[in-house]
């Protein structure tokens, strides 16, 4: 194996897969407590995709998803809700991911199995929105890359794609010991016009993701705007 000093990985940002699609919910809807069916849409128009079971809790939101069958891009989730009260699903929201999958006719029930390809073609294999061909992992033999590029694309559920997938967490806490009770107060920093319509249509994105509030605290987090490679800027 080649030795190099560093290998770089370009930025990805995680788009729908040839066969992964988003799952989002047909309309506002309030989940009750106990089971119930939501409606969905699928990111595909034609054939069958199953979902996979899903579990999820955050405060007083506690709930499982059931793996469904879905076909021609609707369908319906079965949803129990073991939390204590209800909760609501917006319209759009994505709730869970769907594969391809094929049905088995081979044996006497229908049985259908998701479609998990390894073999990576570079012609047409795509993760975040970049072709195989074009990922640059620094001097990475090609079976690496390949294993890489395979790893990549078969977690790409664990990956957020806007800020409104990503949620918060109430399993880790940090704690910051600072060394007086006194805040250092400093003047901000100015931003241009057009950084200020940046900052400001990302703090509008991590409040409706639930994933910041709105505080009146003496202390304050800086934030550094990063552009990234796929022409776009976030935070860091």
Known sequence: MTSCPEIILSALDIVEEAS?????????????????LVKVLVGVNE???CTKPRQHSMGKVDYAIASMVLRNGTGYLKVVNVGVEPFIWKKGEVVTRAERCEEMTEVSS????????????????????????EINVGCLEDCFKKRLFCLLRDYGDCFASSAAEIGLTS?????????TDKPINRKP????????????????????GNIIRESNSEYASPIILVRKKMVTIGYA
């Not at 992964?20 to 009750?32: C, G, K, M, N, S």
């Not at 229908?110 to 061909?133: C, Q």
């Open 171 to 179: 399993l880790g806490v940090m704690h910051i010991n600072l060394t």
């Open 20 to 36: 992964r699609f988003r799952v989002r919910v047909f309309e506002d809807t309030e989940v009750p407590v106990g089971d119930t």
């Open 110 to 133: 229908k049985i259908f199995s998701l479609r998990n390809v390894s073999e990576v073609t570079e012609e047409s294999d795509i993760v975040g929105g970049i072709k195989y061909s």
């Open 189 to 208: 920093y100015r931003l241009a016009y057009t950084e200020r319509d940046i900052v400001a249509k990302k703090i509008k994105e991590l409040l409706e």
């Open 47 to 49: 054939g069958n995709v």
